[in-house]
């Protein structure tokens, strides 16, 4: 009984190890929550002030943890794609270990393709930059000079 249960439980693990792998670089960053252009212009001057260096510095660490999230899906492809080559060049393929290579590539491949999310975080900070910069009560010292 005790074999049986080990054994179950080593195959279960077994099954489970191309999913651990396909996930080695954790899962994207999440995109900062920006405010509005409306709703920066709604607000008192020193609240507006707030959210905007606050969207500032929320975007930035935002982009770091983006930034080292597409570096390790980078290494984690090139590892793979040496894998495949290896397991492709071998006297016997495992065309088993050779699909599931394939198929973490595709996977890593579309974990990369994040650029409609950056393309909007960056959009929407211009938009609460722009709205704030034209606001006649507040400093306009971070204002991009036109």
């Known amino acids: 009984m005790l ?6 439980a080593v195959i279960s693990v077994l099954a489970a190890a191309p999913a651990w792998a396909e996930n080695s670089c ?3 960053p999440i995109a900062p929550d920006i405010p509005s252009a409306a709703a920066i212009g709604q607000m008192p001057a020193a609240q507006a002030t707030s959210a905007k260096h606050q969207a500032f510095l929320d975007v930035k660490a935002w982009q770091q943890s983006e930034n080292d999230y597409r570096k390790c899906l ?4 090139s590892q793979v794609k040496r894998d495949l080559a290896n397991a492709q060049g071998q006297s016997k393929p495992d065309k088993d270990k050779i699909k ?4 973490q590539i595709a996977s890593d ?3 990369s393709n994040g650029r409609d999310t950056e393309e909007r975080v960056v ?5 609460l930059q722009t709205a ?3 606001r006649g009560d507040v400093d306009k010292s971070s ?3 036109s």
């Not at 980078?74 to 492809?77: G, H, P, Q």
């Not at 959009?123 to 938009?127: E, F, K, L, M, V």
């Open 109 to 111: 491949d579309k974990a």
């Open 74 to 77: 980078d290494s984690d492809a």
């Open 3 to 8: 074999k049986k249960l080990s054994l179950a």
């Open 132 to 134: 704030f910069c034209s």
């Open 123 to 127: 959009n929407d900070y211009h938009a």
């Open 100 to 103: 599931r290579l394939e198929d």
């Open 143 to 145: 204002c991009p000079k």
């Open 26 to 28: 954790g899962s994207e």
